[in-house]
């Protein structure tokens, strides 16, 4: 899988298979999975993709690693306390949105939570979001994600399984 299109953009897996590809912000999100189904977030009316569906996680900020951001923006957005030592980087994407055009890299990482039901924890959302979702991935291609969002959780599901 060199280039993946989806609706207003294209991502990869390697900066080569995008030309001029130039990153001007990193987003670190994490794919977490607790049996067999992924969390979900979606974005109030309020934000630039209103009322989408996706995985927790945000920008760095400066001087941040991914791993910090990533561990930070779990504990702002659900208030999960991931340890970092159990939190495993899978890779980096890619992105380039179309219109206006911006290149994005996305560091994605993913946690297998250990208690054994989604039920069993407790998700506090902050303002930034407005509902959460324990899905599968019959439920995810239902769903308004954000940009790109099935075509991501499709080549992960291939890939890593959840």
């Not at 980087?89 to 994605?108: E, G, M, S, V, W």
Request: hydrophobic share 40%; aromatic share 8%.
């Amino acid at each position: 899988m060199k280039v993946v299109l989806f609706k207003g953009g294209k991502f990869a897996f390697d900066p080569l298979h995008i030309d001029n590809f130039n990153p001007t912000k990193s987003v670190a999100i994490c794919y977490m999975v607790c049996n067999g189904k992924i969390l979900l977030l979606q974005k109030n009316d309020g934000a630039t993709v209103g009322n989408r569906w996706c995985m927790p996680g945000g920008k760095l900020e400066k001087n941040e690693t991914p791993l910090q951001a990533v561990v930070r923006e779990i504990k702002e957005e659900t208030d999960i306390l991931l340890l970092p030592e159990a939190t495993n980087f899978i890779q980096a994407i890619c992105i380039r949105i179309f219109n206006p055009k911006q290149d994005y890299l996305l560091h994605l990482f993913k946690v297998v939570l250990p208690k054994a039901q989604p039920s069993d924890y407790a998700i506090l959302l902050n303002h930034e979001h407005t509902d959460y979702l324990w899905a599968d991935l019959e439920t995810v291609k239902q769903l308004n994600l954000v940009a790109g969002g099935k075509k991501i959780l499709e080549a992960l599901h291939t890939t890593t399984g959840w």
